[in-house]
């Protein structure tokens, strides 16, 4: 294992190398429609001889290293179909949870295919903060009781939050294996720099939301962020001498119109 302050780069490399070598994902049933690509992860993470722990299946993150404070959040993404963003059950993403950074694995594989293994098409490895850099908040589910006609049914506030992910946000990260962090952490020599990422902090934040139940309305709340305009500052990396073509962010308006075509109410 190389030198460095993160694991995310030996993880990258170990992913990165078991593409290289073909190294199927492999569904163990036909109803398992998502752990195989978190199988195939955990597979690279040993093999980078990073020890880890994968307390379950509901857990965040889904795996957490033994002897460094990170973890590596997996998606599997069919491919083509929904890539632009994903769901992510009362969790929103973030590069810091429990006092562990928290790197994301996105994987493409073939949609469809009537084989039990098939090849990860493209893979990005990001830092939690390229998706959200907020650290503050923290979820929770709350209910009331009263509602119905005899006062007495439960309503469940259970968010989801829908969160883009790198494909939607990034370009050139198409039929490659590309590793996403912040500027600052320095990579070893393994890795070559193939573009820089810069996402900026919006002006109004959400605070808040309202639902009327007579006319199923639901009206967010906003208010002033204190870090509007604030710029975070990401590197992108490939293995030394792999790929080709450089990585950039898209537009606003490119993101954005990807996102509505890609959600739902």
């Not at 098409?121 to 907020?134: E, K, R, T």
């Amino acid at each position: 294992m190389a030198s460095n302050p993160s694991t995310s780069s030996d993880a990258f490399l170990a992913c990165y190398e078991a593409m290289q070598r073909a190294v199927l994902i492999k569904r163990v049933s036909k109803s398992d429609k998502e752990f195989h690509f978190q199988n195939w992860m955990g597979d690279r993470l040993t093999d980078a001889g990073l020890m880890h722990d994968s307390i379950g299946r509901n857990s965040y993150p889904d795996f957490t290293l033994v002897h460094q404070p990170e973890g590596y959040e997996v998606k599997g993404l069919q491919w083509p179909g929904r890539e632009a963003d994903y769901d992510s059950n009362s969790r929103v993403p973030t590069g810091l949870h429990n006092g562990r950074t928290v790197f994301y694995v996105f994987g493409r594989y073939p949609a469809n295919s009537g084989e039990s293994e098939y090849p990860v098409v493209d893979l990005v490895v990001c830092h939690g903060d390229f998706l959200n850099a907020d650290h503050t908040y923290v979820h929770k589910n709350k209910s009331f009781r009263g509602f119905g006609s005899y006062g007495d049914l439960l309503v469940r506030d259970r968010k989801m939050y829908v969160a883009p992910t790198p494909f939607a946000l990034a370009e050139g990260t198409t039929g490659q294996a590309t590793l996403i962090v912040p500027a600052e952490l320095p990579m070893d020599g393994r890795l070559e720099k193939v573009g820089d990422l810069i996402r900026v902090e919006t002006r109004d934040i959400i605070v808040g939301y309202s639902f009327d139940m007579r006319e199923n309305v639901l009206t967010p709340e906003f208010a002033p962020n204190p870090s509007a305009g604030k710029e975070h500052h990401f590197t992108a990396y490939r293995a030394r001498g792999a790929g080709s073509g450089l990585v950039r962010m898209k537009s606003s308006e490119q993101i954005n119109d990807q996102l509505l075509l890609g959600g739902d109410e």
